[in-house]
């Protein structure tokens, strides 16, 4: 079974940085992927970047091309996504999603099957 727990969020000025870590147990990162979304009050998890474990490939979505890195460390089972030129639309919950069947579209929350508690990231103005 894989768990997973995030941590790094906090509060922010516009224009900060911050690094979110995702640790895992139980996910092979010979195989799978890791996803970051985020979510909003009220609005369902948005799509914000994705890691082939085993591959290395990498996607973001457009709003944090740029800005957002994410990252993975097989030795400390962890996947990271480091946040730079934070604006206050980033302000959101911030979760790890994993995947190992590879099935279904890599931006919907619906193709990952284990979740994190979340984190919370909020940047002010």
């Known amino acids: 079974q894989v768990h997973l727990v995030e941590s790094g969020g906090g509060s922010v000025q516009a224009g900060g940085s911050l690094r979110l870590s995702c640790a895992t147990s139980?996910?092979?990162?010979?195989?799978?992927?890791v996803a970051w979304f985020r979510q909003r009050p009220t609005k369902e998890p948005e799509f914000v970047a994705v890691?082939?474990?085993?591959?290395?490939?990498?996607h973001y979505d457009d709003f944090v091309k740029g800005r957002f890195t994410i990252s993975g460390d097989d030795a400390k089972n962890t996947v990271y996504l480091q946040m730079y030129r934070l604006k206050p639309e980033d302000t959101a919950m911030y979760y790890c999603?994993?995947?190992?069947?590879?099935?279904?579209?890599?931006?919907?929350?619906?193709?990952?099957?284990?979740w994190g508690q979340g984190t919370q990231v909020t940047v002010s103005s």
């Open positions: 139980g996910y092979d990162f010979s195989r799978g992927r």
């Open positions: 890691m082939y474990t085993g591959i290395g490939r990498i």
């Open positions: 999603a994993s995947d190992m069947s590879m099935r279904g579209s890599k931006y919907a929350a619906s193709s990952y099957n284990s």
